[in-house]
């Protein structure tokens, strides 16, 4: 379809250095970004829930939460962790599958030279197949199991965790509408990626994911239940924008474009994350404006601005940048920020090459290989072009970190039917300097601080813990760096 046909040829950018200052250590060949595609993509496997399949990559990891669902007699096996806890959460989940479809199907010929193509079909069906167990009937939605008190007062893997697997819905008399709108986001996203290899199960997809953006526009209401690990400080209407924007493009059918065009808005925002879906809309809805749909001439001016506030050389730029180069907007899970804007960078470029445009800031104009390259830049940062010299992704490149704030991670592999006290079990593997037992391969962490200073220690979860979403977010722009290494 019209929305993810782009050049065949990627687009050679070679390396420019965003300041001038990044000179003594920006210097040097280019990663092996398809190393680091390949590792990134086992990290979203070490955060599978419930019964593995036999080609699973981690020996360390087993089957858990084979209960999961079992308090509200439904079957919720699967799924994923969302980070260094035990706890499956439905917002950042769907928006973790979203992303990953995104990267499936916009770079799906850099995927398939990748030799990773299908690795990225599992991931997403390893959450779409969950997503269909927990959205069982009409306005109903399981959005988490678990009890993320509990859990965090106990530090073991979630093979031997004993704690409530408490679980949490929305419905009719308690609506959701931000995860309800994710979840269809994520449906009818996979649903494309599917198309071409499993039409009935992409149309199984497609059918929920309308079903779900009907419950979550007619039952329009905030779910505070995740509070206060994922709270939606955005509130709803960029996930219905978000969710509407997927349909379309999954159906072409007018009804969705027309929402968006009538009963959406269209914001000038400068970040991008797993509550904020704005610019990556409005970058997706501009090559419908390039196409001649000029209706969405407001959605391509607010992703221009975007970019606008993120690029360091910009008269806009509003985003800190540290001294080393780095997006840096608030402390935890920092590199979501990194890995979301090099995604959007990424894909932005594609789409103002095919079309021949560039972003005008103010004064200055950027042709889509200035975009390309601040994306690179942003991922070379996290690999280990930074004032530590160090890579942020586990187990990829020099001095990565070793102590992940990560339960399955640092707690070694126990003997089976073993008890584990959760008040000492943080004396015995939280508390301790040495490296994790089990290596949290491709793994990226929280990362440095606004000042690029990085202290690897497992207590210091700011810094150490990673989350499935700052990886879904490096699929696509890994892979396209790998096509062009």
């Given at each position: ?6 050049t ?6 070679a390396w420019i ?11 040097g ?5 398809k ?18 399949p ?10 858990s ?9 439904v ?13 499956k ?16 199907i916009?770079?799906?010929s ?14 997403i ?68 990626a ?25 039952r ?11 709270c ?8 219905l ?56 001439e407001?959605?391509?001016n ?7 506030s ?10 800190y ?10 402390d ?12 959007l960078?990424s ?21 889509p ?10 991922m070379?940062y ?14 990829f ?12 991670s ?8 073993s008890t584990?006290?959760c ?48 990886n879904?977010?490096?699929i ?10």
């Amino acid at each position: 379809m019209g929305m993810f046909v782009r050049t065949s040829a990627a687009i050679v950018v070679a390396w420019i250095t965003v300041f001038e200052g990044f000179l003594g250590f920006a210097e040097g060949s280019d990663f092996n970004y398809k190393e680091a595609l390949t590792k990134s993509l086992i990290f979203l496997e070490a955060q599978r829930s419930g019964k593995l399949p036999a080609n699973n990559r981690l020996p360390w990891r087993g089957d858990s939460g084979l209960q999961d669902g079992k308090e509200a007699n439904v079957d919720l096996v699967g799924g994923y962790y969302d980070a260094g806890d035990n706890v499956k959460y439905g917002l950042p989940m769907a928006f973790t599958v979203t992303t990953l479809a995104w990267s499936g199907i916009f770079y799906e010929s850099e995927l398939k030279v990748a030799g990773e193509l299908d690795n990225v079909r599992d991931a997403i069906k390893w959450g779409t197949d969950y997503f269909l167990k927990a959205y069982p009937k009409k306005n109903l939605l399981y959005v988490q199991v678990g009890d993320p008190v509990q859990d965090h007062m106990c530090w073991v893997r979630p093979e031997n965790m004993e704690t409530p697997r408490t679980v949490l819905k929305i419905d009719d008399k308690n609506p959701g509408t931000e995860i309800a709108a994710e979840t269809s986001a994520a449906m009818a996203s996979s649903s494309i990626a599917f198309r071409g290899v499993n039409r009935t199960y992409a149309r199984r997809l497609l059918n929920k994911a309308k079903l779900l953006f009907d419950f979550a526009n007619s039952r329009k209401g905030t779910f505070d239940g995740e509070c206060p690990f994922y709270c939606s400080f955005s509130g709803y209407n960029d996930e219905l924008l978000w969710a509407a924007t997927w349909l379309y493009i999954a159906t072409r059918k007018p009804r969705y474009l027309n929402y968006i065009k009538e009963e959406t808005m269209s914001a000038s925002v400068a970040e991008f994350s797993w509550d904020l879906k704005y610019a990556a809309a409005e970058i997706i809805l501009s090559q419908f404006y390039f196409e001649g749909e000029k209706s969405l001439e407001a959605f391509k001016n607010n992703a221009d601005s975007f970019i606008c506030s993120n690029l360091p050389d910009s008269p806009y730029h509003q985003i800190y940048i540290t001294p080393g180069g780095m997006i840096h907007l608030r402390d935890g899970a920092n590199t979501q920020y990194v890995t979301g804007t090099a995604h959007l960078f990424s894909v932005y470029s594609d789409i103002l090459a095919r079309f021949n445009q560039k972003i005008i800031c103010g004064d200055k104009q950027f042709d889509p290989d200035h975009l390309m390259a601040f994306a690179k830049q942003q991922m070379d940062y996290l690999l280990g072009k930074n004032p530590e010299g160090r890579s942020y992704m586990v187990g990829f490149g020099n001095n990565p970190p070793t102590q992940a704030h990560h339960r399955g991670s640092s707690v070694p592999k126990l003997p089976e039917g073993s008890t584990v006290s959760c008040a000492m079990s943080f004396v015995y593997w939280f508390n301790r300097r040495d490296a994790n037992p089990n290596e949290l391969t491709g793994a990226f962490v929280g990362g440095p601080d606004r000042n690029d200073n990085f202290d690897d220690q497992r207590w210091d979860s700011s810094k150490t813990e990673p989350c499935t979403y700052v990886n879904s977010l490096s699929i696509g722009v890994l892979s396209k760096l790998a096509m062009q290494r």
